[in-house]
């Protein structure tokens, strides 16, 4: 025979606070959402890579032809990804630390594929794979006490 047990009160489980770790996630955020979304306008509306002098050789090797769809994922996931876990986190929902941690994460991963496909590195590379690197760690810090609570109420 099962139990059937109460939902966790969402009040039990604290709210994202704007402390120091919050503010330098969303604050990344938006800044990798602002450059994120320029650079996938910027891919998909030229996808020969003119408008941001990548020429289309660099994507030998790998499965796009030309940058729009590179442009697609740079500008959806990681444009609009970041601005929609910065606001959610501006609001202290719950789940914006997390969606942070795998903006930060996916966004490492995105710089280490992009390495090992065009096989060249500028600036850029290390510079937002940091990015992506303090935004995850910050957003650890910053969603820690609502971790603890959701795991709380799971004990």
């Known amino acids: ?35 994120a979304l320029a650079g996938g306008v910027s891919l998909v509306a030229k996808p020969d890579g003119s408008v941001m002098q990548l020429p289309v050789r660099l994507l030998a090797g790998s499965p796009f032809p030309d940058f729009f769809v590179p442009g697609l994922i740079l500008g959806g996931v990681f444009g609009v990804g970041s601005v929609v876990a910065a606001v959610l986190g501006l609001r202290r929902w ?33 510079t937002f ?5 303090v935004i995850a760690v910050a957003s650890v810090l910053w969603g820690w006490p609502t971790f603890q609570g959701w795991r709380g109420t799971r004990a």
């Open 94 to 126: 719950r789940v914006a630390p997390f969606l942070a941690f795998a903006v930060g994460c996916g966004q490492m991963i995105w710089i280490t594929v992009e390495l090992a496909i065009i096989k060249e590195l500028s600036l850029l590379h290390p």
């Open 129 to 133: 794979f940091g990015l992506g690197l």
């Open 1 to 35: 025979m099962t139990t059937l047990t109460a939902a966790p009160s969402s009040t039990s489980i604290p709210r994202p606070v704007m402390d120091r770790a919050g503010k330098t996630a969303v604050s990344l955020l938006i800044l990798l959402g602002i450059g």
